[in-house]
């Protein structure tokens, strides 16, 4: 899809990219499919955009996690205790973009 083209052009030098060969193009691609059938973040040919966003979401509250600066500050914005933000940040790790879509009949 438009996902994988984005990434396969962002994991070739500018200078080159406008110059692919047809062997440069099989190596992206075969480094594309390595990235993703090693990270689950990344995505495959075949990941819809409900799952794109519940990745993209768990991962910005993981990172929340980690770093307790950030924290602190939704703290502070929220008006809540640190440890009501995270218990909020738990519950939303859970249906971060609430349920899935039906599925569509083709």
């Known amino acids: 899809g438009q996902t994988t083209t984005r990434a396969a052009?962002?994991?070739?030098p500018p200078s080159s990219a406008a110059m692919a060969t047809a062997a440069d193009?099989?190596?992206?691609?075969s480094q594309l499919e390595h990235l993703q059938s090693r990270y689950v973040g990344t995505g495959h040919?075949?990941?819809?955009?409900?799952?794109?966003?519940?990745?993209?979401?768990?991962?910005s509250v993981a990172s929340y996690?980690?770093?307790?600066?950030?924290?602190q500050y939704f703290a502070v914005a929220e008006n809540e205790s640190i440890g009501r933000v995270k218990y909020n940040f738990m519950q939303k790790m859970?249906?971060?973009?609430?349920?899935?879509?039906a599925p569509q009949e083709e």
């Not at 052009?9 to 070739?12: D, G, H, I, S």
């Not at 040919?45 to 991962?59: G, K, L, M, Q, S």
């Not at 996690?65 to 924290?71: A, E, Y």
């Not at 859970?94 to 879509?101: D, E, K, N, V, Y």
Request: some cysteine.
């Open 9 to 12: 052009a962002a994991l070739c």
């Open 25 to 29: 193009r099989f190596n992206i691609n």
């Open 45 to 59: 040919a075949d990941t819809n955009r409900f799952e794109w966003a519940v990745n993209i979401h768990r991962d």
């Open 65 to 71: 996690f980690g770093h307790h600066t950030m924290l």
């Open 94 to 101: 859970l249906l971060p973009c609430g349920l899935p879509p």
